[in-house]
T-cell receptor, first 116, second 116 residues
Framework: GAVVSQHPSRVICKSGTSVKIECRSL??????MFWYRQFPKQSLMLMAT?????????EQGVEKDKFLINHASLTLSTLTVTSAHPEDSSFYIC????????????FGPGTRLTVL | AQKVTQAQTEISVVEKEDVTLDCVYE???????LFWYKQPPSGELVFLIR??????QNEISGRYSWNFQKSTSSFNFTITASQVVDSAVYFC?????????????FGKGTSLLVTP
């Protein structure tokens, strides 16, 4: 299947700092990427839909000024957690939609963010 | 409202037993897609299957099989002769197509533990 990478896989930062997470589709172009958040022992919750060349669409309750999303190319979307706080500690997972062939979403390996 | 219901929170079986994971979904769309993903302890989501609403054929892939029944809005997943490596959290997900931007609505997951 298609490959989606995320970087970094794990990050620990101090409260108040900003953290950028990259999501790349390695062998296909993705006009649409998605960002999900997963708290321990819970399901994945959609945060936002990222469309290449346009503004992201955020889910209700997700602060767009806190979670900045940029999808500048067909293979890269970034999520920046600005002024991170301990409650932002979570597992962030991106997915990329491969519209060729089976039109399936492939997920990155996730980024575990810990804010101290 | 929860669009995907996985009523079984945790299941524990002994190796070689068969196990069925239930998934019930809710949608008003006539075109939609159903997915199953596996999430091992490492956290990475592994794609297992995608089924569109027009294809009710059941599918078998090795020890895995899926039973899609539109009449009961269910998309159940059976593992035959379970193995310890099957231990993971399994998520059922629904995509309602263009109207939702193809984002996935996840169930809460079923944690499967297979013991030797």
């Amino acid at each position: 299947g298609a490959v989606v990478s995320q970087h970094p896989s794990r990050v620990i930062c101090k409260s108040g700092t900003s953290v950028k997470i990259e999501c790349r589709s390695l062998d296909f172009q993705a006009t649409t990427m998605f960002w999900y958040r997963q708290f321990p022992k819970q399901s994945l919750m959609l945060m936002a839909t990222s469309n290449e060349g346009s503004k992201a669409t955020y889910e209700q309750g997700v602060e767009k000024d806190k979670f900045l999303i940029n999808h500048a190319s067909l293979t890269l979307s970034t999520l920046t957690v600005t002024s991170a706080h301990p409650e932002d500690s979570s597992f962030y997972i991106c997915s990329a939609r491969d519209t060729s062939g089976s039109d399936t979403q492939y997920f990155g390996p996730g980024t575990r963010l810990t804010v101290l | 409202a929860q669009k995907v219901t996985q009523a079984q929170t945790e299941i524990s079986v002994v190796e070689k037993e068969d196990v069925t994971l239930d998934c019930v979904y809710e949608t008003r769309d006539t075109t939609y897609y159903l997915f199953w993903y596996k999430q091992p302890p490492s956290g990475e989501l592994v794609f297992l299957i995608r089924r569109n609403s027009f294809d009710e054929q059941n599918e078998i892939s090795g020890r895995y099989s899926w039973n899609f029944q539109k009449s009961t809005s269910s998309f159940n997943f059976t593992i035959t002769a379970s193995q310890v490596v099957d231990s993971a959290v399994y998520f059922c997900a629904l995509s309602e197509g263009p109207g939702s931007g193809y984002a996935l609505n996840f169930g809460k997951g079923t944690s499967l533990l297979v013991t030797p």
